[in-house]
């Protein structure tokens, strides 16, 4: 059976577009790797400035040792109450703690982020919010990141 | 983000719990345990699963060797709403 065939035919139904991939490659061994996370969830320091939950563009800063019951979560878009109960839900940094105390990853990144995903400004998000984290974790030193979103 | 960070040559890996989301957007590495949106490392308190899907999930920073995939975890949390 032969198809007909039309040039340039489009769907009318809008058909996102999925990026271009990127890929850094991976030239180190977990053991020897200092390990970040940067989670979308919205979670910050209790003292910290909380996030604008109509839309909030801006990223916390999260040292290392911070106690997991000194953390909190503000963010509009999804059900809070899992995190609520335990901020490793979304930001496992006592599991993280652990796996570099069993030697499993090298360490920690000195300052982990949180901001808050979900949509909104993808533009500042894209062409600020991501490169000044990236640039930071970059400054640190940070052989990898693990990431919770989506 | 995951891809800004990726952008400067810093290796990234993500915890999913909407794949497909995940997909769309491009990123370039990530796994799906199957849990619900907001306890994507895992059930609440509960340390052997949270540890497993961590350690999981980096794990695969030494195995993927292409972007684009989404590796599924064995691990299941059903929250009761």
Known sequence: MSLKKYDGLQSEIYVPITPQPVWAPVTKK???MKIGIATAAGVHLKSDKRFNL????????????????????????YDNSDVNKDINCMFPIDRLRELADEGFIKGLAPTEYGFMGGGGDIEAFTDKTGPEIAKKLKAEDVDAVIMTAG | MQRAIESVGIPTILIAALPPVVRQSGSPRATAPRV????????????????????????????????GKIVPLPYEYIAKV
């Not at chain 1, 800063?61 to 106690?67: F, L, Q």
């Open chain 2, 36 to 67: 619900p949106m907001g306890a994507n490392a895992g059930e609440p308190h509960n340390v052997e699963m949270q540890h497993g899907i961590v350690k999981d999930t980096l794990k695969q920073l030494e195995i993927l060797d292409s972007p």
């Open chain 1, 30 to 32: 977990l053991k020897d």
């Open chain 1, 54 to 77: 109509a839309g909030d563009t801006t990223y916390r800063e999260i040292p290392w040792d911070t106690k997991a019951e000194d953390l909190m979560v503000s963010h509009g878009g």
